[in-house]
């Protein structure tokens, strides 16, 4: 419990750093708009509000005994959902501009729909299939946010395929 209170008061610290260091370091935007800057800014402020209200609920929580034993088991941790859903996270970041979003994001939709617990083929196909879709519609045709089409064969696909939506 000591630990988590620790993280959180330490992330808090950290992300107020990063408040003034974005402050810094990007440039203002214009009079009456909200630049990236201060979008980071906004993000970064809730996230510290978040984070203080985390530690006082786990501070309340334990009536005063806060102790500070550290239980680590390796096989709890690797076969936590979190971390196998951080491990999915990462490899989509890392494999999306060779495979393109519209394969990566399904394939990311169908990993994860499976971790948290859906088990009918069915319902993954068509859920993932169609959220893709969606978030395409969303950032390309609405935006204009042209979004990675991958490289040979993937690019391929992905232009076949963006026809027909």
Known sequence: MALELLFNLGLAVFFIYCYF???STVPQSAPGTLGGGQWSQLLLVLLVI???V???KIVRNSNGNISFKFN?????FVTNKMFIGSVIMLVYSYVLDKIGFLVGSVILFLLYSRLLGEKRIRVLLLSSVGCVILLYLIFDVVLGIMLPRGTG???TLALFIEQYI
């Open 50 to 52: 978040s984070l203080l």
């Open 21 to 23: 260091y974005v402050g």
């Open 72 to 76: 680590f088991n390796l096989k709890k």
């Open 153 to 155: 064969i993937f690019r």
């Open 54 to 56: 985390n530690a006082y």
